[in-house]
Protein backbone atom coordinates (compact mmCIF):
# COMPACT_ATOMS: atom_id res chain seq x y z
CA UNK A 1 0.00 0.00 0.00
CA UNK A 2 1.40 3.39 -1.09
CA UNK A 3 0.58 5.25 2.56
CA UNK A 4 1.59 8.48 0.90
CA UNK A 5 -0.91 8.38 -1.61
CA UNK A 6 -3.94 6.98 0.64
CA UNK A 7 -2.89 10.44 2.85
CA UNK A 8 -3.01 12.52 -0.29
CA UNK A 9 -6.41 11.29 -0.67
CA UNK A 10 -7.49 11.95 2.27
CA UNK A 11 -5.94 15.51 2.43
CA UNK A 12 -8.60 15.98 -0.71
CA UNK A 13 -11.60 15.40 1.56
CA UNK A 14 -10.08 16.71 4.65
CA UNK A 15 -7.21 19.77 4.54
CA UNK A 16 -6.80 19.53 7.91
CA UNK A 17 -5.21 15.93 7.84
CA UNK A 18 -1.75 16.93 8.65
CA UNK A 19 -3.08 19.25 11.52
CA UNK A 20 -4.76 16.37 12.84
CA UNK A 21 -2.45 13.59 12.54
CA UNK A 22 0.70 15.35 13.69
CA UNK A 23 0.60 16.96 17.71
CA UNK A 24 4.00 18.56 17.04
CA UNK A 25 4.88 21.26 15.06
CA UNK A 26 7.87 19.74 14.21
CA UNK A 27 6.40 16.79 12.94
CA UNK A 28 4.01 18.42 10.87
CA UNK A 29 7.13 19.36 9.01
CA UNK A 30 8.21 16.33 8.95
CA UNK A 31 5.45 14.98 6.80
CA UNK A 32 5.77 17.49 4.49
CA UNK A 33 7.76 17.67 0.92
CA UNK A 34 10.61 14.44 1.53
CA UNK A 35 10.32 14.16 4.93
CA UNK A 36 6.91 13.38 5.07
CA UNK A 37 7.58 10.84 2.13
CA UNK A 38 10.27 9.31 3.98
CA UNK A 39 8.32 9.62 7.38
CA UNK A 40 5.51 7.59 6.10
CA UNK A 41 7.05 5.07 3.60
CA UNK A 42 9.80 3.98 5.55
CA UNK A 43 6.87 3.16 8.78
CA UNK A 44 3.58 2.30 6.77
CA UNK A 45 2.41 0.42 9.68
CA UNK A 46 2.26 3.43 11.48
CA UNK A 47 0.13 4.99 9.65
CA UNK A 48 -3.38 3.06 11.12
CA UNK A 49 -2.00 3.98 14.71
CA UNK A 50 -1.39 8.00 13.51
CA UNK A 51 -4.83 8.32 11.84
CA UNK A 52 -6.36 6.22 14.87
CA UNK A 53 -5.30 8.98 17.11
CA UNK A 54 -6.24 11.74 15.02
CA UNK A 55 -10.07 10.59 14.41
CA UNK A 56 -9.92 8.05 16.93
CA UNK A 57 -12.16 8.55 20.48
CA UNK A 58 -11.22 10.97 22.82
CA UNK A 59 -9.10 10.28 25.09
CA UNK A 60 -6.57 8.53 22.90
CA UNK A 61 -5.37 5.30 23.86
CA UNK A 62 -2.20 7.47 24.25
CA UNK A 63 -3.82 8.97 27.25
CA UNK A 64 -5.04 5.84 28.89
CA UNK A 65 -1.50 4.47 28.59
CA UNK A 66 -0.63 8.05 31.03
CA UNK A 67 -3.52 6.88 32.68
CA UNK A 68 -2.44 3.53 33.51
CA UNK A 69 1.36 4.33 33.94
CA UNK A 70 0.09 6.73 36.68
CA UNK A 71 -2.33 3.77 37.97
CA UNK A 72 0.77 1.81 38.54
CA UNK A 73 2.60 4.36 40.90
CA UNK A 74 -0.26 4.79 42.49
CA UNK A 75 -0.58 0.87 43.29
CA UNK A 76 3.10 1.17 44.47
CA UNK A 77 3.14 4.01 46.88
CA UNK A 78 -0.89 2.76 48.45
CA UNK A 79 0.74 -0.88 48.98
CA UNK A 80 3.96 0.70 50.31
CA UNK A 81 1.81 3.36 53.09
CA UNK A 82 -0.56 0.24 53.55
CA UNK A 83 2.05 -1.89 54.51
CA UNK A 84 4.00 0.62 56.35
CA UNK A 85 0.95 1.54 58.58
CA UNK A 86 0.44 -2.17 59.20
CA UNK A 87 3.60 -2.44 60.52
CA UNK A 88 3.49 -2.14 64.48
CA UNK A 89 6.42 -0.42 65.96
CA UNK A 90 6.99 1.03 62.76
CA UNK A 91 5.44 5.27 62.87
CA UNK A 92 5.61 6.70 66.54
CA UNK A 93 1.78 7.06 67.30
CA UNK A 94 0.82 10.56 67.24
CA UNK A 95 2.00 13.07 64.33
CA UNK A 96 3.63 10.87 62.15
CA UNK A 97 0.90 8.43 62.57
CA UNK A 98 -1.73 10.82 61.30
CA UNK A 99 0.39 12.27 58.43
CA UNK A 100 1.44 9.07 57.11
CA UNK A 101 -2.23 7.86 56.86
CA UNK A 102 -3.36 10.91 55.50
CA UNK A 103 -0.83 10.34 53.19
CA UNK A 104 -1.70 6.65 52.48
CA UNK A 105 -5.70 7.75 52.02
CA UNK A 106 -4.54 10.07 49.46
CA UNK A 107 -3.06 7.27 47.62
CA UNK A 108 -6.06 4.72 47.66
CA UNK A 109 -8.02 7.92 46.53
CA UNK A 110 -5.94 8.38 43.55
CA UNK A 111 -5.94 4.52 42.56
CA UNK A 112 -9.84 4.45 42.71
CA UNK A 113 -10.35 7.63 41.27
CA UNK A 114 -7.53 6.51 38.22
CA UNK A 115 -9.55 2.84 37.82
CA UNK A 116 -12.97 5.58 37.32
CA UNK A 117 -11.13 7.57 34.65
CA UNK A 118 -9.61 4.45 32.33
CA UNK A 119 -12.69 2.81 32.62
CA UNK A 120 -14.81 5.96 32.11
CA UNK A 121 -12.57 6.70 28.87
CA UNK A 122 -13.26 3.54 27.36
CA UNK A 123 -9.94 1.69 28.72
CA UNK A 124 -9.25 -0.96 31.16
CA UNK A 125 -7.52 -0.76 34.07
CA UNK A 126 -4.03 -2.16 34.15
CA UNK A 127 -3.33 -5.18 37.23
CA UNK A 128 -1.88 -4.40 40.65
CA UNK A 129 1.66 -5.62 39.94
CA UNK A 130 3.48 -8.10 42.94
CA UNK A 131 5.41 -5.28 44.25
CA UNK A 132 9.08 -6.06 46.09
CA UNK A 133 9.38 -3.13 48.55
CA UNK A 134 12.68 -4.16 49.40
CA UNK A 135 13.44 -3.17 45.98
CA UNK A 136 14.92 -6.66 45.23
CA UNK A 137 13.10 -7.52 41.62
CA UNK A 138 11.07 -10.08 43.75
CA UNK A 139 14.23 -11.33 45.70
CA UNK A 140 13.06 -9.98 48.79
CA UNK A 141 16.35 -9.38 49.93
CA UNK A 142 17.18 -5.89 47.98
CA UNK A 143 18.12 -2.57 49.97
CA UNK A 144 15.37 -1.65 51.69
CA UNK A 145 14.30 -4.87 53.32
CA UNK A 146 14.43 -3.21 56.12
CA UNK A 147 11.98 -0.83 55.57
CA UNK A 148 8.64 -1.95 57.68
CA UNK A 149 10.84 -2.38 60.73
CA UNK A 150 13.57 0.54 60.53
CA UNK A 151 11.83 3.69 60.40
CA UNK A 152 14.92 5.66 59.04
CA UNK A 153 15.13 3.24 56.09
CA UNK A 154 10.92 4.04 55.65
CA UNK A 155 11.04 8.01 55.41
CA UNK A 156 13.93 7.34 53.23
CA UNK A 157 12.20 5.18 50.92
CA UNK A 158 9.09 7.42 51.24
CA UNK A 159 10.93 10.79 50.15
CA UNK A 160 12.42 8.99 47.23
CA UNK A 161 8.76 7.66 45.93
CA UNK A 162 7.20 10.81 46.70
CA UNK A 163 10.17 13.26 45.25
CA UNK A 164 9.79 10.42 42.21
CA UNK A 165 6.27 10.31 41.68
CA UNK A 166 6.41 14.32 41.30
CA UNK A 167 8.79 13.66 38.20
CA UNK A 168 6.91 11.15 37.15
CA UNK A 169 3.50 13.50 37.05
CA UNK A 170 5.36 16.28 35.36
CA UNK A 171 7.02 14.38 32.88
CA UNK A 172 3.23 12.85 31.70
CA UNK A 173 2.26 16.64 31.05
CA UNK A 174 3.39 17.00 27.64
CA UNK A 175 1.66 14.11 26.72
CA UNK A 176 -1.94 15.15 27.66
CA UNK A 177 -1.77 18.84 26.52
CA UNK A 178 -4.43 17.81 24.20
CA UNK A 179 -6.86 16.50 26.72
CA UNK A 180 -7.52 19.11 29.02
CA UNK A 181 -9.60 17.51 31.96
CA UNK A 182 -6.95 14.71 32.06
CA UNK A 183 -4.45 17.00 31.96
CA UNK A 184 -6.03 18.97 34.78
CA UNK A 185 -6.74 16.12 37.20
CA UNK A 186 -3.25 15.05 36.29
CA UNK A 187 -1.91 18.54 37.87
CA UNK A 188 -4.45 18.45 40.26
CA UNK A 189 -2.70 14.81 41.74
CA UNK A 190 0.71 15.92 40.85
CA UNK A 191 0.43 19.23 43.78
CA UNK A 192 -0.77 16.67 46.21
CA UNK A 193 2.29 14.55 45.51
CA UNK A 194 4.40 17.22 45.85
CA UNK A 195 2.80 18.34 48.88
CA UNK A 196 3.36 14.78 50.47
CA UNK A 197 7.38 14.83 49.34
CA UNK A 198 7.61 18.63 51.57
CA UNK A 199 6.01 17.04 54.55
CA UNK A 200 8.32 13.50 54.02
CA UNK A 201 11.49 15.75 53.70
CA UNK A 202 10.01 17.41 57.21
CA UNK A 203 9.52 14.20 59.42
CA UNK A 204 12.83 13.63 57.98
CA UNK A 205 15.20 16.77 59.16
CA UNK A 206 12.43 16.54 62.63
CA UNK A 207 14.19 13.58 63.04
CA UNK A 208 17.52 14.31 62.11
CA UNK A 209 17.59 11.76 59.82
CA UNK A 210 18.88 13.81 56.90
CA UNK A 211 19.83 17.62 56.40
CA UNK A 212 17.00 17.96 54.34
CA UNK A 213 14.15 20.88 52.96
CA UNK A 214 10.93 20.92 52.18
CA UNK A 215 12.62 21.38 48.56
CA UNK A 216 15.18 19.67 45.94
CA UNK A 217 18.56 21.46 46.66
CA UNK A 218 21.11 20.44 43.60
CA UNK A 219 20.86 16.38 43.38
CA UNK A 220 21.19 16.44 46.48
CA UNK A 221 19.17 12.95 48.10
CA UNK A 222 18.73 14.91 51.76
CA UNK A 223 21.45 11.79 53.13
CA UNK A 224 19.95 9.12 51.76
CA UNK A 225 23.21 8.12 49.68
CA UNK A 226 23.84 6.56 46.56
CA UNK A 227 21.04 4.04 46.45
CA UNK A 228 18.34 6.49 45.28
CA UNK A 229 20.90 9.18 43.45
CA UNK A 230 19.08 8.20 39.81
CA UNK A 231 16.26 8.98 41.55
CA UNK A 232 17.50 12.92 42.03
CA UNK A 233 19.69 13.03 38.84
CA UNK A 234 18.56 16.46 36.75
CA UNK A 235 17.20 18.30 39.30
CA UNK A 236 19.96 20.31 39.51
CA UNK A 237 19.32 22.09 36.93
CA UNK A 238 19.66 26.05 36.91
CA UNK A 239 19.08 26.93 33.33
CA UNK A 240 15.27 27.00 32.15
CA UNK A 241 14.21 27.64 28.70
CA UNK A 242 17.60 29.24 27.78
CA UNK A 243 17.50 31.44 30.54
CA UNK A 244 20.20 31.32 33.52
CA UNK A 245 18.64 31.47 36.95
CA UNK A 246 21.71 31.97 38.85
CA UNK A 247 21.64 35.87 39.71
CA UNK A 248 19.13 36.11 36.85
CA UNK A 249 17.37 39.61 36.31
CA UNK A 250 20.59 41.22 38.49
CA UNK A 251 19.02 39.19 42.00
CA UNK A 252 20.76 37.31 44.71
CA UNK A 253 19.71 34.13 43.39
CA UNK A 254 22.87 31.44 44.51
CA UNK A 255 22.80 27.73 42.49
CA UNK A 256 21.21 26.14 45.14
CA UNK A 257 18.23 28.27 44.95
CA UNK A 258 17.97 27.88 41.06
CA UNK A 259 17.96 24.47 41.00
CA UNK A 260 15.49 24.20 44.15
CA UNK A 261 13.00 26.95 42.36
CA UNK A 262 12.48 24.46 39.66
CA UNK A 263 11.29 20.53 39.86
CA UNK A 264 12.50 18.47 37.33
CA UNK A 265 10.51 15.94 35.44
CA UNK A 266 11.30 11.92 34.42
CA UNK A 267 10.37 10.67 31.15
CA UNK A 268 7.97 7.28 31.36
CA UNK A 269 11.20 5.00 31.02
CA UNK A 270 13.50 6.50 33.56
CA UNK A 271 10.18 6.38 35.76
CA UNK A 272 9.99 2.83 35.63
CA UNK A 273 13.70 1.77 35.25
CA UNK A 274 14.03 3.23 38.81
CA UNK A 275 10.68 1.19 40.05
CA UNK A 276 11.95 -1.51 38.50
CA UNK A 277 13.16 -3.18 41.68
CA UNK A 278 10.55 -2.56 43.45
CA UNK A 279 7.98 -4.45 41.11
CA UNK A 280 8.34 -7.88 41.44
CA UNK A 281 5.65 -8.88 38.66
CA UNK B 1 -12.60 17.80 19.19
CA UNK B 2 -9.82 19.15 21.21
CA UNK B 3 -7.51 21.02 19.76
CA UNK B 4 -4.11 20.08 18.24
CA UNK B 5 -0.78 21.39 18.99
CA UNK B 6 -0.54 23.03 15.80
CA UNK B 7 -3.69 24.87 16.20
CA UNK B 8 -2.78 26.49 19.51
CA UNK B 9 0.74 27.32 17.87
CA UNK B 10 -1.01 28.92 14.79
CA UNK B 11 -3.13 30.75 17.04
CA UNK B 12 -0.40 31.73 19.58
CA UNK B 13 1.91 32.92 16.52
CA UNK B 14 -1.37 34.59 14.92
CA UNK B 15 -1.64 36.78 18.22
CA UNK B 16 1.77 37.42 18.17
CA UNK B 17 1.67 39.10 14.59
CA UNK B 18 -1.12 40.93 15.38
CA UNK B 19 0.24 42.66 18.67
CA UNK B 20 3.18 43.24 16.66
CA UNK B 21 0.92 45.05 14.09
CA UNK B 22 -0.26 47.03 16.81
CA UNK B 23 2.57 47.89 18.31
CA UNK B 24 4.09 48.76 14.94
CA UNK B 25 0.72 50.75 13.77
CA UNK B 26 1.12 52.44 17.11
CA UNK B 27 4.63 53.83 16.93
CA UNK B 28 3.74 54.85 13.56
CA UNK B 29 1.17 57.17 14.42
CA UNK B 30 2.74 58.04 17.18
CA UNK B 31 5.97 58.75 16.48
CA UNK B 32 6.98 59.71 19.20
CA UNK B 33 9.84 57.76 22.01
CA UNK B 34 8.03 56.15 24.79
CA UNK B 35 9.68 54.19 27.52
CA UNK B 36 8.76 50.66 27.41
CA UNK B 37 6.80 50.78 30.41
CA UNK B 38 4.30 53.30 29.06
CA UNK B 39 4.24 51.56 25.65
CA UNK B 40 3.02 48.31 27.53
CA UNK B 41 0.29 49.88 29.35
CA UNK B 42 -0.64 52.13 25.90
CA UNK B 43 -1.07 49.15 24.11
CA UNK B 44 -3.20 47.39 27.18
CA UNK B 45 -5.17 50.40 27.24
CA UNK B 46 -5.85 49.91 23.49
CA UNK B 47 -7.07 46.65 23.30
CA UNK B 48 -9.78 47.24 25.25
CA UNK B 49 -11.20 50.88 25.33
CA UNK B 50 -13.91 50.32 27.79
CA UNK B 51 -12.25 48.00 30.36
CA UNK B 52 -8.98 49.66 31.48
CA UNK B 53 -6.36 48.18 33.74
CA UNK B 54 -3.12 46.01 32.77
CA UNK B 55 -4.19 43.71 30.08
CA UNK B 56 -2.28 40.52 30.14
CA UNK B 57 -2.44 40.34 26.19
CA UNK B 58 -3.68 37.11 24.50
CA UNK B 59 -2.65 33.46 24.23
CA UNK B 60 0.05 31.73 26.06
CA UNK B 61 1.03 35.20 26.82
CA UNK B 62 -2.05 36.22 28.93
CA UNK B 63 -1.27 32.98 31.04
CA UNK B 64 2.40 33.46 31.40
CA UNK B 65 1.54 37.30 32.21
CA UNK B 66 -1.06 36.00 34.83
CA UNK B 67 1.52 33.54 36.38
CA UNK B 68 4.25 36.67 35.52
CA UNK B 69 1.68 38.86 38.13
CA UNK B 70 1.37 36.16 40.85
CA UNK B 71 4.66 35.66 41.34
CA UNK B 72 5.32 39.08 41.61
CA UNK B 73 2.80 38.90 44.41
CA UNK B 74 4.43 36.56 45.89
CA UNK B 75 8.03 37.65 45.95
CA UNK B 76 6.99 41.30 47.00
CA UNK B 77 5.55 39.62 50.36
CA UNK B 78 8.71 37.55 50.89
CA UNK B 79 10.67 40.09 50.46
CA UNK B 80 8.84 42.59 53.45
CA UNK B 81 8.84 39.11 55.40
CA UNK B 82 12.50 38.74 55.42
CA UNK B 83 13.33 42.94 55.44
CA UNK B 84 10.94 43.12 58.80
CA UNK B 85 10.91 39.52 60.02
CA UNK B 86 7.84 38.90 62.47
CA UNK B 87 8.70 38.32 66.66
CA UNK B 88 9.81 35.38 67.52
CA UNK B 89 11.49 34.27 64.23
CA UNK B 90 13.18 30.54 64.77
CA UNK B 91 16.40 30.81 62.27
CA UNK B 92 15.56 27.75 60.69
CA UNK B 93 11.90 29.50 59.87
CA UNK B 94 13.87 32.45 58.86
CA UNK B 95 16.61 30.79 56.84
CA UNK B 96 13.33 28.39 54.78
CA UNK B 97 11.24 31.67 54.47
CA UNK B 98 14.03 33.29 52.93
CA UNK B 99 14.99 30.26 50.29
CA UNK B 100 10.78 30.97 49.51
CA UNK B 101 11.75 34.44 48.83
CA UNK B 102 14.53 33.41 46.33
CA UNK B 103 12.39 31.01 44.76
CA UNK B 104 9.60 33.65 43.92
CA UNK B 105 12.14 35.95 43.11
CA UNK B 106 13.61 33.62 40.34
CA UNK B 107 10.17 32.61 39.40
CA UNK B 108 9.06 36.34 38.90
CA UNK B 109 12.14 37.46 37.04
CA UNK B 110 12.35 33.90 34.90
CA UNK B 111 8.43 34.70 33.66
CA UNK B 112 10.04 38.55 32.97
CA UNK B 113 12.88 37.49 30.79
CA UNK B 114 10.90 34.81 29.15
CA UNK B 115 8.09 37.44 28.35
CA UNK B 116 10.49 40.09 26.89
CA UNK B 117 8.96 42.74 25.39
CA UNK B 118 5.10 40.76 26.04
CA UNK B 119 5.55 41.42 29.86
CA UNK B 120 3.01 43.34 32.08
CA UNK B 121 3.84 46.43 34.36
CA UNK B 122 6.02 45.95 37.56
CA UNK B 123 2.91 45.84 40.35
CA UNK B 124 2.43 47.81 42.66
CA UNK B 125 1.41 46.19 45.90
CA UNK B 126 -0.76 46.78 49.13
CA UNK B 127 -0.10 44.73 52.34
CA UNK B 128 -1.77 46.36 54.61
CA UNK B 129 -4.41 43.91 55.69
CA UNK B 130 -0.65 42.10 56.97
CA UNK B 131 1.00 42.52 60.19
CA UNK B 132 4.29 41.70 59.52
CA UNK B 133 5.03 41.59 62.87
CA UNK B 134 2.78 39.04 63.86
CA UNK B 135 4.00 35.53 63.05
CA UNK B 136 0.14 34.21 62.38
CA UNK B 137 -0.93 37.31 60.16
CA UNK B 138 2.27 36.38 57.53
CA UNK B 139 2.00 32.42 57.82
CA UNK B 140 -1.73 33.10 57.43
CA UNK B 141 -1.24 35.03 54.50
CA UNK B 142 1.91 33.12 52.65
CA UNK B 143 -0.36 29.96 53.49
CA UNK B 144 -3.34 32.09 51.39
CA UNK B 145 -0.63 32.75 48.82
CA UNK B 146 0.66 29.40 48.70
CA UNK B 147 -2.32 27.74 48.21
CA UNK B 148 -3.80 30.20 45.88
CA UNK B 149 -1.08 30.01 43.61
CA UNK B 150 -0.87 26.02 43.29
CA UNK B 151 -4.91 26.05 42.44
CA UNK B 152 -4.15 29.23 40.06
CA UNK B 153 -1.33 26.96 38.29
CA UNK B 154 -3.78 23.81 38.50
CA UNK B 155 -6.39 25.72 37.06
CA UNK B 156 -3.84 27.08 33.92
CA UNK B 157 -2.90 24.31 32.89
CA UNK B 158 -5.08 23.79 30.65
CA UNK B 159 -4.91 26.94 28.64
CA UNK B 160 -1.24 26.89 27.83
CA UNK B 161 -0.69 25.48 24.05
CA UNK B 162 3.00 25.41 24.27
CA UNK B 163 4.20 22.33 25.69
CA UNK B 164 7.65 23.89 26.70
CA UNK B 165 5.28 26.34 28.58
CA UNK B 166 3.28 23.72 30.19
CA UNK B 167 6.36 21.57 31.31
CA UNK B 168 7.80 25.17 32.96
CA UNK B 169 4.78 25.82 34.84
CA UNK B 170 4.84 22.05 35.81
CA UNK B 171 8.29 22.68 37.27
CA UNK B 172 7.16 25.90 39.17
CA UNK B 173 3.38 24.32 40.32
CA UNK B 174 4.94 21.66 42.53
CA UNK B 175 7.71 23.93 44.28
CA UNK B 176 5.02 26.35 45.41
CA UNK B 177 3.22 23.09 46.69
CA UNK B 178 6.14 22.04 48.80
CA UNK B 179 6.03 25.89 49.93
CA UNK B 180 2.58 25.56 51.04
CA UNK B 181 2.89 22.23 52.78
CA UNK B 182 5.52 23.84 54.36
CA UNK B 183 3.86 27.12 55.81
CA UNK B 184 0.84 24.82 56.89
CA UNK B 185 3.10 22.33 58.53
CA UNK B 186 4.69 25.47 60.63
CA UNK B 187 1.01 26.92 61.85
CA UNK B 188 -0.42 23.31 62.10
CA UNK B 189 1.92 20.46 61.90
CA UNK B 190 -0.04 17.74 59.88
CA UNK B 191 -2.15 20.43 57.79
CA UNK B 192 0.01 19.91 54.78
CA UNK B 193 -2.67 18.57 52.13
CA UNK B 194 -5.55 18.80 54.49
CA UNK B 195 -9.47 18.81 53.38
CA UNK B 196 -9.83 22.51 53.10
CA UNK B 197 -7.39 22.02 49.64
CA UNK B 198 -7.64 18.15 48.86
CA UNK B 199 -10.85 16.72 47.69
CA UNK B 200 -12.03 13.33 48.43
CA UNK B 201 -10.42 11.76 45.59
CA UNK B 202 -7.29 13.16 46.66
CA UNK B 203 -7.12 16.09 43.89
CA UNK B 204 -6.05 19.43 44.80
CA UNK B 205 -8.21 22.24 44.23
CA UNK B 206 -8.19 23.70 40.56
CA UNK B 207 -8.95 28.14 40.30
CA UNK B 208 -10.11 30.23 37.10
CA UNK B 209 -7.67 32.62 36.09
CA UNK B 210 -10.05 35.47 36.90
CA UNK B 211 -11.45 33.64 40.49
CA UNK B 212 -7.91 33.69 41.30
CA UNK B 213 -7.38 37.79 40.48
CA UNK B 214 -10.52 38.46 42.54
CA UNK B 215 -9.01 36.81 45.50
CA UNK B 216 -5.57 38.35 44.58
CA UNK B 217 -6.71 41.92 43.70
CA UNK B 218 -6.88 42.60 47.56
CA UNK B 219 -3.76 42.61 47.86
CA UNK B 220 -2.40 44.55 44.34
CA UNK B 221 -2.57 48.08 43.92
CA UNK B 222 -2.79 48.35 40.34
CA UNK B 223 -5.58 47.75 38.18
CA UNK B 224 -5.49 44.78 36.17
CA UNK B 225 -8.21 43.88 33.20
CA UNK B 226 -8.37 40.07 33.18
CA UNK B 227 -10.64 40.34 30.23
CA UNK B 228 -8.49 38.50 28.07
CA UNK B 229 -8.25 35.62 30.34
CA UNK B 230 -10.32 32.34 30.79
CA UNK B 231 -13.41 33.05 32.99
Not at chain 2, 42 to 57: H, L
Not at chain 2, 71 to 80: N, P, R, S, V
Request: hydrophobic content about 40%; aromatic content about 8%.
Amino acid sequence: MNTLKVLNIISEQDPEIFDRIDTRRKAMHAFSGLGKKIALISAPFMLGTVLNKAYGQSPSSSVIDVLNFALTLEYLEYEFYLKATSSAGLIPAGAATAAITTIRDHELAHVNFLKTAITGSGGTPVAKPIFDFSGGNGTGTGPFATAFSNYQLFLAVAQTLEDTGVRAYKGQAGNLINSDDVLEAALNIHSVEARHASHVRQMRKANNFGDVKPWITGKDTGGIGALVQANYDGEELTTQAGVNIINIGGQSISANAASESFDEPLTTAQVLALVDGFIAA
Amino acid sequence: MTKTNDQRQIQSDFDLQQKALGRRKFLRNTGAALTAGALVSMIACDKDDDNDGVNFGSGDFAILNYAYALEQLEAAFYIQVITTPYTGISSAESSLLTDIRDHEIAHREFFKAALGTNAIQALEVDFSSVNFNSRDSVLMTAKAFEDLGVSAYNGAGRYIASVDYLLLAGKIVSVEARHAAYIRDLLSNGSFADSTVIDANGLEMSRKPRAVLDIAKTYIKTKLNASSLPA
